[in-house]
């Protein structure tokens, strides 16, 4: 078998249809897994599972809300129905939110932990019920954040330093199980949010701006999906089979060389 095969395996990612997720869900596929897709926006997703059957794979998009516990939990039993089994899931799904202490509201607090953290919960929830039956591998998305203090992100690190400890928790608690959880932080990666972001707070000046943020990774650039799913693919396979409860920077030197 071809090295990070994951032929015959059940993916499930979530926030699979745009930016890390899709190179995810992409990548995951070629790879010869059943991709189950969840997101919210379905265009985006049956373009994406259109395009991977197109290719030759396989796939499935599921529209759903992370933060929505019931609406998981029958997702996730239809996933098994389909493939009787489940392998893989990526806990991808995130929103972001940019403030400190005193300008996050509570409804911004409110939305930045239904998402980035009960759907963690939600969706690790529903998987492990599974997984139980056969073992397998939750990888979610912590940040840099989870690391080190950046300015005027309260809330967002809240949240991602509740993932990194999810992870380290469910690692623990499922070892026995033959469940292996790790956690990946990246940094800064161009993504169709950081275009919309500039696009929306700095009009005509996108360009100079995305320069200016690809300055603050030392390696002098932003990181791209496609190596978040590279790392992401590493340790979803056969082959990080001896490795759980690790987060994984990839982050361009931020953590270590901007400290």
């Known amino acids: 078998m071809a090295p990070f095969s994951l032929q015959g395996k059940s993916a499930v990612i979530t926030g699979g249809s745009k930016g890390i997720g899709r190179s995810l869900s992409e990548l995951f596929a070629r790879q010869g897994a059943t991709v189950h897709i969840l997101d919210l926006d379905k265009a985006s997703g049956d373009t994406v599972a259109g ?42 799904a995130g929103i972001a939110h940019i403030g400190n202490l005193e300008n996050t509201t509570e409804e911004d607090f409110d939305r930045i932990y239904a998402v980035n953290v009960k759907g963690v919960y939600n969706c690790s929830l529903a998987a492990i019920r599974h997984m139980k039956k056969g073992g397998g591998v939750i990888l979610n998305m912590a940040s840099v954040v989870s690391h080190t203090g950046v300015a005027d992100r309260f809330a967002y690190t809240m949240s991602k330093g509740a993932v990194l400890t999810m992870t380290y928790s469910i690692a623990k608690d ?63 396979s056969d082959e990080a089979g001896f490795i759980t409860g690790t987060d994984y920077p990839i982050d361009g030197g931020f953590i270590t060389l901007n400290t």
């Open 51 to 92: 395009g991977i059957l197109e290719s030759g794979g396989n796939a499935h998009f599921h529209i759903a809300d992370v933060s929505d516990q019931k609406t998981i939990l029958s997702v996730f039993d239809d996933i098994y129905s389909i493939d009787n089994r489940l392998n893989i899931l990526v806990n991808n």
């Open 174 to 236: 499922y070892i026995d199980q033959n469940i292996r959880c790790n956690s990946i932080s990246p940094a800064r990666v161009h993504t169709p949010f950081v275009d919309g972001y500039l696009k929306n707070h700095y009009p005509g000046k996108e360009k100079e701006k995305f320069k200016e943020l690809s300055k603050t990774q030392p390696i002098g650039r932003m990181g791209q999906p496609d190596e978040i799913a590279s790392l992401a693919l590493f340790l979803c």
